[in-house]
C-alpha cells in the first residue's frame, strides 16, 4: 500500500521537500509511533509532514483546553483524530490554522509556523469545520467560484461543475444553498474545502447528515484523494467506523492530551483482524475444522453451539459465511465481538482517574488492554 | 436719513433682542445717547433672481465706513428683515433666514471701510425690505442702510403630487421585487 | 478579481438577491416613505420651508444608513461566527485586511443603494429642487463615512463580544446615542457637554454640514472641519475593525469562538 503511495506523493508535489522545509526532512516522529504506515517499505524515507504538532498547550477563557498535544499528519496519508467531546479536537485544529496562540508547543503546517506564515499558505489548505457556513442565498457553483477567489484561484463553471460531481452534487443544482437538504450542504462543504487542490484536508465531523450512500462516496472521495493525489487528510469524527474503513493513523485526545498516535494497524493491534462469534444450530460437518482449509479464517474457540472465528485481513465476512453455509455449517447467527478500534478507543477514554502517560507508553498500554486483538 | 430713523430703532428692537434692555440702560444719562458716525451702504447682488420665490437664495452688500476724522472701536453691524406688506408688517427672526446674522470690527481707522455680504434664505411669501445696521461702543445708535423693497412669490413647500407617487411607489417596487423573489425561489424549490 | 472585491460583491449580491437584503431595503424605503406622507399630511409638518424638509430627509437617510451598515457589520463577523461561516472564511488565503475592506465594501453597496432610495424621496419632498444637489453632495461627502463608521466599528464590537446578539444590541444603544442630535438638534449646544458632544460626534459632523450647505446656502468649502471630522472617525473605526479582525498574537487572544 506504501509502496504506491510514495510515487504518487512524488508525483502530485514533486517539490516537496522544498516546500515543506525541514519538516519534510526532520520528522519528530518516534519510530514506535510512525509504524508502519509512516515509512516507505525498504526506503526509510519518510513522506513529508504537512502537519506536525508538538507538545501544544492551549488555554482558552482561562482555561487550559490543551495540555499536551501531539498529532502528525503525512502527505498522502489519512489521519483520524479522536476523541471524547471537549478533549480538544477542535481547539487543536484552529491552532492548526493559526488561529489560536499556543502557551507553549510548536505547530507547523506545511513547515511553517502559521501564526507568521504568509496568508497564501492557507491556500494550500482545504476546511470542512463541523459548521457548514455555506453563504445562503448562492447556488452551488457560484458559491464554489466565489471562494476560488477567496483561495486566490480562480474556476470556472465548468470546473465548479466537475468539483460538485466529484463529491456527489451532479447535476449542479440551481437552488440558493439555503434550501439544500443536510447532506448536500455537508456535499457542498467539502467541495468548498477542495476549490484550491488542497494538500491538506482538515475535515471536522465530515460524514454528519451524510446518508450511507453519501457517507461511502465522502470517504472513498477522501480515500481516493490520499492515495492518488497524496493529499493528507486530518478526520475528525466520532464515527470509528470510518476512521476503521479510511484512516492509515490516528491520534486520540483525552482531557486535553494525546494519549494514542500512531499507525491504526500497530496501534489497535494487527491491523485489518477481525473476531466473530458464531452460533450453531446443530454439529460442524466433520471435515470442517479440517487443516488446510482454504478460507482466510482460524478458529481461535470452539463450543458446542457456539465457535469463535477470527478472520484474515482483507477477508469479506459475508463471502466467508456464505461459503461456508454452503459447507455445510450450521451457523444462525454470526456476532463481531467487541475489539479492534472500539474496544481500543473506549479503553483509552475510559472515564477515570488521569495518569498523563508518554504518548508511546500509552499507546502500547492501551494496544495491550484492548484485549481481544492481542 | 428721517425715514430712516423709526426704521433703525425698529431694527433694533428686532434683532438684539436680549441685548436691547443693556445697550438702553447700560448708562442711564440725561444726555441722548449718541449716533454712530458710521456710513451705511447696502446694494443687492446682481446675480440675485428678478424675481424671487420661496426657496431662493439673495445675496446683499455692505460697505461701512468711518467718514470721522477720528478712529470708531467696538463696530457691530446687524442684519434686519422686515415684512412691510399692509396689515403684515413685522420684523423676522433670522433663525431660518440667514446664517448670517451679525459681525463685529474692533476697530476702523478715520476713511477706513469694511465689506460683508448677507445672504438670505427666503422662507415665506410677502414684501419684504433688508436693514443692515452699524453702532459702535461709544454711539449705539444705530446708522442704517435699507435695500428696496422685494416680493417673494408663493410656493407649494411639499406637493402632495410629487411626494405621493415617490412614496407609495418605491415600496410598491421593492415589496414586489421581493415577492419576485420569493416566488422565484418557491418556483426553484418545486423544480 | 482581488479577493476584498469578491467579498464585496458577494455581500452587495447578498443585499440586492437576497430576500433578507432586499426587506432591509424595503423597511428602509418604508421609513422614508412614512416620513414624505407625514408631511404631506401634518400640518404642522407642512409649514416647514423646504429646505428644512430635504435637510431633515437626508438626516433620516444617514440615520437608515448608518444602521443598515451597523447590521451588515455586526453580521459580518457576530453573525458569520454564529453560522460557522468565520472560520472557514479566515481559514482562507484571503489577507485579514482583504477581508475587513470586502466587507467594508459591502457595506458601502448598501449604502450606496440607500442613497439611491433616498434620490427620489429627496426630489420629492425638495419641491423644485432648489436643495437637492447639495443634499445629495452632503450625503456623500459626509453621509458615506458616518455609515461606513458605523458598519466598521459595528464590525470591531461584533469580533470583541462574544455573541451577535450581544453585539447587535450595543451597536443599536451605542448608534442611538451617537445619532441623538439628528433630534436634540441645537438644544445640544446649550450646555458645554453638549458643544463637547457636539464637537466630537460624527453624525453631528455630518448635521451640521449638511445644514449649513442645505439650510444655510453655505459653500463645501467652509465644512473642512465637519469633513475632517467624519473622515477622522472612519479611519478610527476601520482601523478598530482591523484591529480586532487580525489574527492573534498572544495566548487567549481569538475571534472564532
Redesign the interface.
Known amino acids: 500500500m506504501m509502496q504506491d503511495r510514495i510515487p504518487a506523493a512524488a508525483a502530485f508535489a514533486p517539490d516537496a521537500v522544498a516546500r515543506t522545509g525541514p519538516a519534510a526532512t526532520k520528522d519528530p516522529r518516534p519510530p514506535s509511533s510512525a509504524g508502519p504506515g509512516k515509512q516507505a517499505a525498504g526506503t526509510g524515507i519518510l513522506p513529508p509532514l504537512l502537519l506536525a504538532i508538538e507538545g501544544l498547550r ?5 482555561r487550559p483546553v490543551l495540555r499536551d498535544v501531539r498529532l502528525h499528519v503525512a502527505r498522502g496519508e489519512v489521519c483520524g483524530l479522536l476523541g471524547p467531546n471537549g478533549a480538544g479536537k477542535t481547539t487543536t485544529i ?1 491552532a492548526a ?7 507553549t508547543g510548536r505547530v507547523r503546517l506545511f513547515g511553517e509556523d502559521p ?1 507568521t506564515a504568509p ?5 494550500r ?1 482545504g ?1 470542512v ?10 447556488t452551488a457553483g457560484d458559491y464554489l467560484q ?2 476560488a ?4 484561484r ?1 474556476l470556472g463553471p465548468e470546473e465548479a461543475a466537475a468539483l460538485l460531481d466529484e463529491v456527489g452534487l451532479a447535476p449542479p443544482p ?3 444553498a439555503a ?1 439544500f437538504s443536510q447532506g448536500m450542504r455537508r456535499r457542498l ?1 467539502v467541495a ?2 477542495l476549490v ?1 487542490s488542497p494538500e491538506l484536508l482538515i475535515l471536522d465531523e465530515p460524514t454528519n447528515g451524510l446518508d450511507p450512500r453519501g457517507r461511502r462516496q465522502l470517504l472513498e472521495l477522501l480515500r481516493g484523494l490520499a492515495r492518488r493525489r497524496g493529499v493528507g487528510v486530518l478526520l475528525c469524527t466520532h464515527l470509528l467506523e470510518d476512521v476503521a474503513r479510511i484512516c492509515d493513523t490516528i491520534a486520540v485526545l483525552v482531557e486535553g492530551r494525546t494519549v494514542a498516535e500512531g499507525a491504526l494497524g500497530e496501534l489497535v493491534g494487527r491491523a485489518g483482524s477481525q473476531r466473530f462469534r458464531l452460533r450453531l444450530d446443530g454439529p460442524l460437518p466433520a471435515e470442517a475444522l479440517a487443516r488446510g482449509s482454504p478460507l482466510p479464517m482460524r478458529v481461535v474457540h470452539q463450543a458446542a453451539d457456539e465457535i469463535a472465528v477470527e478472520l484474515e485481513p482483507g477477508a469479506t465476512p459475508a463471502t466467508v459465511w456464505r461459503t461456508l453455509l454452503f459447507s455445510g455449517w450450521p451457523i444462525c447467527e454470526a456476532r463481531a465481538e467487541g475489539g479492534g478500534l472500539e474496544a481500543f478507543y473506549l479503553a483509552l477514554t475510559e472515564p477515570g482517574p488521569v495518569h498523563p502517560p508518554q504518548p508511546a507508553e500509552a499507546a502500547s498500554q492501551a494496544a495491550n488492554d484492548a484485549g481481544p486483538v492481542s | 436719513m428721517k425715514a430712516s430713523v423709526p426704521l433703525a430703532v425698529l431694527a433694533l428692537l428686532a434683532t438684539l433682542g436680549p441685548a436691547v434692555p443693556r445697550l438702553a440702560w447700560a448708562a442711564p444719562s440725561a444726555a441722548p445717547p449718541a449716533s454712530a458716525p458710521l456710513k451705511v451702504g447696502l446694494a443687492p447682488d446682481p446675480a440675485n433672481p428678478a424675481a424671487p420665490r420661496m426657496g431662493d437664495r439673495m445675496s446683499f452688500h455692505t460697505t461701512l465706513r468711518n467718514p470721522a476724522s477720528a478712529p470708531v472701536g467696538g463696530v457691530m453691524a446687524w442684519l434686519t428683515i422686515l415684512r412691510v406688506d399692509a396689515g403684515h408688517e413685522e420684523a423676522i427672526d433670522l433663525e431660518d433666514w440667514s446664517a448670517n446674522k451679525a459681525l463685529t470690527i474692533p476697530a476702523m481707522a478715520p476713511g477706513g471701510e469694511a465689506r460683508s455680504d448677507w445672504t438670505l434664505r427666503l422662507i415665506s411669501p410677502g414684501t419684504y425690505r433688508v436693514l443692515v445696521s452699524a453702532a459702535t461702543r461709544a454711539a449705539p445708535v444705530p446708522a442704517v442702510g435699507a435695500s428696496e423693497t422685494f416680493a417673494v412669490a408663493p410656493k407649494p413647500v411639499v406637493e402632495s403630487r410629487r411626494v405621493l407617487p415617490v412614496a407609495l411607489g418605491l415600496p410598491l417596487a421593492l415589496g414586489g421585487l421581493l415577492a419576485l423573489r420569493l416566488t422565484m425561489a418557491k418556483g426553484d424549490d418545486d423544480a | 478579481m482581488s479577493p476584498a472585491l469578491a467579498i464585496a460583491r458577494r455581500e452587495g449580491g447578498e443585499l440586492l438577491c437576497s430576500p433578507r437584503g432586499l426587506a432591509w431595503l424595503l423597511a428602509a424605503a418604508g421609513v422614508l416613505s412614512g416620513f414624505a406622507l407625514l408631511l404631506v399630511g401634518s400640518t404642522e409638518l407642512g409649514l416647514l420651508d423646504n429646505a428644512q424638509v430635504v435637510y431633515d430627509m437626508a438626516g433620516l437617510t444617514i440615520a437608515l444608513g448608518a444602521l443598515l451598515a451597523l447590521v451588515s457589520g455586526v453580521d459580518a463577523v457576530a453573525g458569520e461566527r454564529e453560522r460557522g461561516a468565520l472560520l472557514p472564511l479566515l481559514a482562507t488565503a484571503s489577507p485579514r485586511r482583504s477581508i475587513v475592506l470586502g466587507r467594508l465594501g459591502g457595506q458601502a453597496l448598501a449604502w450606496s443603494a440607500m442613497l439611491a432610495i433616498s434620490a427620489p424621496y429627496l426630489w420629492a419632498v425638495g419641491s423644485t429642487g432648489q436643495n437637492l444637489g447639495a443634499a445629495l453632495l452632503g450625503l456623500l461627502l459626509f453621509g458615506t463615512p458616518v455609515a461606513l463608521a458605523a458598519g466598521a466599528a459595528a464590525m470591531a464590537l461584533g469580533a470583541r463580544l462574544r455573541s451577535a446578539r450581544a453585539a447587535l444590541l450595543a451597536s443599536l444603544i451605542a448608534l442611538l446615542l451617537v445619532a441623538s442630535p439628528l433630534l436634540l438638534g441645537p438644544s445640544l449646544r446649550q450646555s458645554a457637554i453638549g458643544q463637547g458632544f457636539d464637537a466630537v460626534n460624527p453624525f453631528s459632523g455630518a448635521t451640521n454640514a449638511l445644514d449649513a450647505m442645505v439650510i444655510d446656502g453655505q459653500g463645501l468649502a467652509a465644512q473642512g472641519w465637519h469633513l475632517a471630522l467624519v473622515l477622522a472617525w472612519w479611519g478610527l473605526a476601520y482601523a478598530a475593525a482591523l484591529r480586532a479582525l487580525r489574527p492573534p498574537r498572544r495566548p487567549g487572544e481569538e475571534i472564532v469562538a
Open positions: 492551549v488555554r482558552r477563557a482561562a484552529l490554522l493559526g488561529l489560536l496562540v499556543p502557551e501564526l496568508d497564501a499558505l492557507r491556500a489548505l476546511l469545520p463541523e459548521g457548514d457556513g455555506l453563504t445562503e442565498w448562492m466565489h471562494w477567489l477567496l483561495q486566490g480562480p440551481r437552488l440558493p434550501r462543504a468548498r474545502a484550491a
